[in-house]
């Protein structure tokens, strides 16, 4: 029996551990830090660090670690012990506030996006103690943040730090306005549902492409897949069962409030949810989960794939991004609640939500931008690339009352005019979520259902928390220079409705009238990482996020370059990994089945069987299929040799996607035909059935 209480934060040096360990104005110095900024001093943080060592040691623990999250998308630590020489040959254990609150870790061969070339190797490394330091391995881990030696932003926690900060101040700016002083910070919460694959070990080791590329690169359709729907929240097999129960068991010692698992879609898919947390808890959760996820499939004899469609033909894996508002003193501003003489102020939320994402859906579309992402979204999977919102059938029609300044009472209307507390009670939305929509409201939260499996959140709550920030600061602005401030609200959420509506669609978002009814409402169609990229350099959106303090330009434009690096490097070595496995082993089980047929052929001639048809003809297919497979691999080396000579960023990123991914479809078509005609003694590499149906 499993003591969940007991294990639950185990291995977390969390608030309850930090009052017991700490004297008491050690602790209440520490939480001041974490919820106005203030900065420790050298002395209090040496009395954290001694307190942190003693637990961790009491756990195990024998070496720390700054846990960090540079631009790779995963996390990164460099180890070392707590062991300080001492006389007569002995250690002992120590650990320093200045070794807690600093680190300074090599940072010559981290993506940098050309902030500083790489013999500047120095980097700093800065303690959050936003984020609980926790015990993995062995080691205690110390979340921290991650820059270059001229300050400059290097990683993921940073930025994400900024735009929490950089919403808290104009939602506090707002609350004043509707009279409440009690609440201190305004922060942003995240549930991150997690989706990913789980395949015998087996059966991954045997395939290159899923060990360099994390996706298959070549496989036919299996005579069954996901059509018959019964994978999708049926009974857990076994061993899968028993994966998920060790699973919960490391994550809750870790303290993430992992709450929901069931199957997915897809065979040998499946989901885990977690209750929400502050977002910058979440991300590194998330970053945490995906860790043990793999460690733990390991340890079950599986591979557990987080790539956005690691098998074609069926559904890949999201992460859906569950994203609110909140105070410190617990209201959710996204809940419509009970109380009309809030309503006023949750309608002002929803506006300025709806106003960010119509004016930065660029953006959003950048923060899910990889090249894994791009076969999945608008798959009938996923979402479309095209950015909308969906609120549903009443809260639409309440919008649409109030634009018209009437009162919303089912479906009764009479004339009103807004103010702080003569609004009705809104009905919660009832309606389902639409799963085809990239942008849900559900009930209290929006829900971001556009990021892969793979990704770090922090680049889509970055997004999110920056852009509403922005429209919350030009809505302070407005209603604080007002003489009414009833009116000024008034006329203000209004117009943010009537301008702002274009983005708000409730129907199928996958349906071909959608593309052209959005095409007229003028919403961005950006298809292709390739597409989406330039946009986060555009001038407007650089100046809202220096004017926020969450990018600086050269910030962003290194992302960018990061970014185009990323998708260039995927698809080339995605490239090199075909080439290597058709040239070495799929060519090679073609000449051998060629072999077979023309021998089979010869045999039945001589023992006086003229009809010999049905062979020739098959080997005249498997001869003309062999020959475009070979053309394709020339192609291919071709078109990867001139992709690596290209220099520029964006000149290259283009050329992956116009030359070398329709060359990587033309050899794949070609691979996928000769796999159902050849003999499955002679192919190289488990099918897809063999693959998805491995695990039993």
């Known amino acids: 029996m499993i003591d969940v209480p007991s294990i639950f934060g185990s291995m977390v040096f969390n608030d309850s551990v930090m009052q017991t360990a700490l004297p008491k104005n050690i602790y209440n110095a520490l939480m001041r830090a974490v919820s106005d900024g203030e900065h420790l001093d050298l002395k209090t943080a040496d009395i954290v660090a001694a307190a942190m060592k003693n637990w961790a040691v009491e756990k195990g623990a024998t070496h720390f670690t700054h846990w960090f999250q540079p631009m790779t998308g995963i996390t990164a630590e460099k180890h070392d012990s707590f ?238 991004n ?169 006329t203000l959420i209004r117009r943010s409705i009537k301008e702002h509506k274009r983005i708000i669609f409730n129907g199928n978002n996958y349906s071909d009238e959608w593309m052209k009814e959005a095409e007229k409402r003028g919403l961005h169609n950006l298809p292709t990482t390739v597409d989406a990229l330039p946009r986060f350099i555009d001038h407007s959106n650089e100046a809202m996020f220096v004017k926020h303090r969450v990018f600086s330009k050269t910030e962003i434009r290194s992302r960018c370059e990061i970014l185009l690096e990323n998708y260039t490097k995927t698809i080339q070595i995605e490239a090199l990994t075909m080439i290597d496995m058709a040239r070495k082993e799929i060519s090679a089980a073609v000449w051998e089945y060629q072999k077979l047929l023309a021998e089979t052929i010869a045999a039945k001639k001589s023992a006086g069987v003229f009809d010999t048809s049905t062979e020739e003809a098959l080997l005249a297919k498997v001869s003309r299929l062999g020959a475009e497979l070979y053309a394709c691999i020339e192609r291919m080396e071709t078109a990867a040799r001139k992709g690596k000579e290209i220099r520029d960023s964006f000149e290259g990123a283009r050329f992956c996607r116009d030359s070398v991914v329709p060359v990587m479809g033309d050899l794949r078509r070609a691979a996928d035909e000769l796999e159902t005609l050849i003999s499955s003694k002679y192919w190289p590499y488990p099918t897809y059935g063999e693959i998805l149906y491995s695990v039993r």
């Open 322 to 490: 569950n994203w609110s508002i909140s105070t410190d003193t617990g209201e959710n501003l996204l809940d419509p609640g009970d109380t009309p003489e809030k309503n006023a102020q949750f309608l002002l939320f929803l506006t300025a939500v709806i106003q960010a994402v119509d004016e930065y859906q660029d953006l959003l579309r950048v923060s899910v931008a990889t090249a894994g992402n791009d076969h999945r979204l608008g798959g009938h999977e996923a979402p479309p690339a095209v950015i909308s919102i969906f609120i549903g059938e009443d809260l639409s029609e309440i919008l649409d009352s109030v634009e018209k300044g009437e009162m919303y009472s089912g479906k009764k209307r009479v004339p009103l005019e807004i103010g702080v507390s003569v609004l009705p009670q809104f009905p919660k939305d009832t309606t389902d979520r639409n799963r085809t929509s990239p942008f849900a409201f559900t009930g209290n939260k929006f829900e971001f259902r556009m990021p892969g499996a793979g990704l770090s959140i922090a680049g889509p709550n970055i997004i999110l928390n920056s852009i509403v920030a922005e429209i919350l600061s030009r809505f302070a602005d407005e209603l604080e220079a007002a003489p009414s401030f009833n009116e000024a609200l008034n």
């Open 83 to 320: 062991i300080t020489p001492a006389e007569s040959g002995r250690v002992i254990m120590e650990f320093s506030g200045k070794e807690l609150v600093k680190g300074e870790p090599d940072a010559s061969s981290f993506p940098s996006g050309g902030l500083r070339a790489t013999f500047e190797a120095r980097g700093y490394t800065a303690w959050d103690p936003s984020s609980y330091a926790f015990i993995k391995d062995g080691t205690l881990c110390i979340p921290t943040a991650f820059c270059s030696y001229n300050g400059e932003s290097l990683d993921k926690k940073t930025p994400l730090l900024r735009s929490m900060q950089a919403l808290d101040r104009q939602a506090v700016r707002i609350l004043r306005l509707f009279g409440n002083t009690a609440a201190r910070r305004v922060i942003t919460t995240v549930g991150a549902e997690q989706e990913y694959f789980l395949i015998d070990k087996k059966m991954y080791d045997r395939r290159p492409d899923l060990v360099y590329c994390g996706r298959t690169l070549f496989g036919a359709q299996p005579p069954k897949g996901q059509e018959m729907e019964d994978h999708y929240f049926g009974v857990i097999k076994p061993r899968v069962s028993a994966f998920m129960k060790d699973l919960d068991v490391e994550l809750w010692k870790l303290g993430v409030l992992a709450k929901t698992k069931h199957n997915e879609v897809a065979p040998a898919q499946h989901e885990l949810a977690p209750i929400f947390n502050t977002t910058n808890l979440a991300t590194d959760q998330n970053q945490l989960t995906m860790e043990i996820i793999k460690k733990v499939a390991d340890r079950h004899g599986m591979a557990c794939l987080l790539h956005e469609k690691p098998f074609a033909g069926v559904n890949g894996s999201g992460k859906h």
